[in-house]
């Protein structure tokens, strides 16, 4: 009866798109199949690349309704919006990182347990992909598989997006500038910069860093639009 209440729920929903929901079940499931057997599905963490423009899709989705709504147009309700991310992300967030701290202090040794502590306050601060670069690592590396919290950088590249996007929106609004030109140079400028960091050799910069990374989100943004 549970999941009943809850198809009806989603049916009812006009915002709701079943499309998109079974879209980001391939891309996890991807992404899953690829750690699990990666020379079975190589090319699996593309899954990830779909989700950024998935989140970019849904994100600018919520703020464009915002920015045209007809009785109040042009603001974009920044707090509410972040309210919202926080209710949405913590809940899970919370509960990874603190069965992560419970584990590593029984499983880790000292040295072991210090790293890890520094990637649960990277994760619950969203500067996740920073330290990770930082660090030198090579997300496909040996030595990845050893950090059980390697996966929070796309959580903090998403969350480094949504704090430059909302105000990048509410200024092509008030500046009545095209949207679909204006976010077509935003994602061409960072695809600019990932292209560049990978040609020279800067392989981890392109992954991790929030900048060369915004081009798939906003993309979705574009989609949206």
Known sequence: SSLKSLFSFLKSNPNYR?????????????VVLYHAFPNRLPGGFIGVDIFFVISGYLISSILYRHLFNQEAPGKVHIIDFYSRRVRRIFPALILVLVTTFVLGTVLLYPSEFKLVLKHIIGGSTYVSNFILYKEAGDYFDVASKFKPLLHLWSLGVEEQFYLVFPIFLWVIYKLNLNFVLSLALFSIVSFFINYNAVKHGFVSKAFFMPWSRFWELSLGAVLAY
Request: glycine fraction near 8%.
């Open 18 to 30: 079943a499309d998109i929901d079974g879209l980001r079940a391939i891309a996890c499931l991807a």
